[in-house]
């Protein structure tokens, strides 16, 4: 249990986790987007600016190698391999820490301390955490036995733990610390999630103290078996990560660097429990807000990243990058250079041809074309995948609440009457597996003995799985966005009309058939002479706009009924003016 992170010192590049066997180690393309080469903006991406961050590091690594300048965005082939480690900086930081030890006993007057102060002013960075300063009292520091993004993570006595050491040379760096020990501590209670235990300083270091997990990385196993997983055996595997991903997404934590480096088992027992671990680029983020920095690892960054407005649904995407690496041994997006990578994730389709996929089950092939929609809006969540038919099969999925269905109800509650009714329609014709997917959100929220959902079940629901992030992330104080429950129960015919994501039903084969019995249901249950100023308002159509011209094609001419262009596009929500969302 323990992790370190380091103020001063000077990291090395990560090694490439996926470099082909035959060739010499070298720098990873899948280092996060902070630690690339670049700091000008891509010819090719010019809304990708790297964050000084990586600059940082660069420098750092160019200056320590001799004079010549060494690229980290070399890219290797695109089967997986493991490339060698570079020397472990256990030996070095325990002398250090002996040092200072030392040093601490000379250095007790005043002079000294006024010289130390000055020293820390001269830097003009505030490096300190209000952590305890007991770390070197109560705990002894062992073996490397791991890397993250800016540091070490080693064994250390206290009683088993890990060292963590980071870089902190810059404002970033230094918030990233503070972010990551932030949500460490308000996430707490899911099995498949580190445990934190504590956090400690010192005027160089952050002892991140936290569950030693000794059965490697899951990339470790991926590569023992070749890179190719049994379904079966692919599926344990998921069925961890989806579960702790949900629990996360609905404390209002995403995690932003989902890969298999970051997951670890506990021992080296086949059926050892996986963890998720490195928080280092997470971060909280609001029902109705949008995160806009680009971070992660290339190979599994989200389109929307890359587009600077993304929210939970971008570590989904994450989680069917490896979910196609578990299924056929290789990266769904490949390229040599970075810039390439992005390329291939904005606009290239993965390719479900090549073998062993035309041998794999057409579930299992449905399962990850959901995951890597490039439209996020028709992305399953992770709850949903939970109970996709190749996941849970036969067997009963126990999951949590969706924090989408949250969104949704929200949404329609805000809907127009007609809108409402043009839902209620297309509810009609929802799939089996979509039907199962509401059915067991809805008994989620533990509806009364009239069958009737309210506010007070939604917030109960919350409650059960809440931490201390949930309170973080605002999501209670988006409880009163849905006011329009408190004195009015909802069923379930009406929870499926209100939580439908239109998108991921339009995603599906039958979506032209659907949506044209919805229009038939619509046309005999709730379809009436529109209201100009009614559609106007539902599309946030202002008054100086030629109304009549934009709704040409929305109302049917012959009776002033919608039309099914009309239909089609208020079940979508379209507006002529849309929101602007909340980014950070």
Not at 21 to 49: C, E, G, I, M
Not at 276 to 287: A, H, N, Y
Request: one cysteine or more; glycine letters at 6%; hydrophobic letters at 35%.
């Amino acid at each position: 249990m323990g992790g370190c992170t380091s103020k001063p010192s000077s990291p090395s590049v990560k090694p490439n986790p996926y470099a082909p066997k035959d060739s010499l180690p070298q720098n990873d393309d899948s280092t996060p987007a902070r630690t690339s080469t670049a700091v000008k903006a891509s010819p090719f991406f010019p809304f990708y600016t790297p964050s000084p961050a990586r600059h940082r590091r660069n420098k750092s690594h160019r200056d320590g190698g001799g004079g010549e300048s060494k690229s980290v965005t070399g890219t290797p082939l695109r089967q997986l391999a493991r490339a060698f480690h570079p020397p472990s900086p256990a030996k070095h930081i325990r002398d250090v820490l002996r040092r200072r030890k030392e040093k601490k006993k000379e250095a007790t007057s005043p002079a000294a301390r006024q010289q130390e102060e000055e020293e820390r002013e001269e830097v003009g960075l505030d490096k300190r955490f209000g952590f305890s300063k007991e770390f070197q009292s109560r705990m002894e520091l062992g073996e490397e036995i791991g890397r993250g993004h800016f540091g070490y993570t080693c064994s250390a006595k206290f009683k088993k733990g890990e060292f963590k050491d980071h870089e902190m040379t810059t404002a970033i760096s230094i918030e990233d610390v503070r972010r990551e020990v932030k949500i460490l501590r308000a996430l707490s209670g899911h099995n498949n999630l580190v445990q934190f235990y504590d956090a400690f300083e010192d005027n160089a270091n952050v002892y991140i103290v936290m569950e030693l997990c000794g059965g490697g990385e899951l990339l470790d196993r991926i590569l023992a078996r070749g890179g190719k997983y049994t379904e079966d055996d692919a599926k344990a595997v998921l069925i961890q990560i989806l579960n702790v991903v949900a629990f996360c997404h609905l404390q209002g934590v995403v995690h932003r660097d989902l890969k298999p480096e970051n997951f670890l088992y506990t021992s080296k027992e086949e059926n050892s429990q996986l963890k998720v671990i490195d928080f280092g680029l997470s971060d909280f983020v609001r029902p109705d807000e949008r995160l806009n920095d680009i971070v992660g690892s290339a190979y599994y960054v989200a389109p929307e990243v890359l587009h600077r407005s993304y929210t939970t649904e971008a570590d989904v995407w994450s989680i069917g990058v490896i979910a196609y690496i578990l299924l056929c041994g290789s990266r769904p997006f490949w390229a040599r250079t970075e810039s390439g990578i992005f390329r291939a994730v904005l606009k290239a389709d993965p390719s479900f041809d090549e073998p062993p996929w035309p041998s794999l089950s057409l579930e299992a092939k449905d399962f990850v074309k959901r995951l890597l929609y490039k439209d996020p809006r028709k992305r399953m969540t992770a709850s949903q995948a939970l109970m996709h038919p190749w996941i849970s099969g036969s067997k009963k999925m126990n999951i949590p609440f969706d924090i989408l269905i949250f969104r949704q109800i929200k949404a329609y509650l805000k809907s127009s009457s007609l809108r409402k009714a043009a839902l209620m329609a297309l509810s009609k014709t929802l799939i089996t597996d979509e039907l199962l997917y509401l059915k067991a959100q809805f008994a989620i929220l533990a509806p009364n003995k009239n069958g009737l959902i309210t506010l007070d079940n939604i917030r109960t629901a919350l409650a059960t799985n809440a931490t201390e992030a949930m309170k973080e992330s605002r999501i209670p104080d988006f409880l009163a966005l849905l006011n329009g429950l408190q004195y009015k129960g909802m069923d379930f015919e009406e929870f499926c009309a209100a939580s439908i994501s239109v998108h991921q039903h339009e995603s599906l084969d039958c979506w032209e058939q659907s949506v044209r019995h919805a229009y038939e249901l619509f046309e005999m249950n709730g379809n009436r002479v529109i209201v100009i100023e009614e559609l106007a308002s539902e599309l946030g159509v202002g008054s100086s706009v030629p109304v009549h011209t934009i709704l040409h094609d929305w109302i049917r001419h012959s009776d002033g009924k919608l039309s099914f262009l009309g239909f089609v596009k208020l079940l979508h929500g379209v507006s002529t003016r849309q929101p602007l969302a909340k980014t950070r």
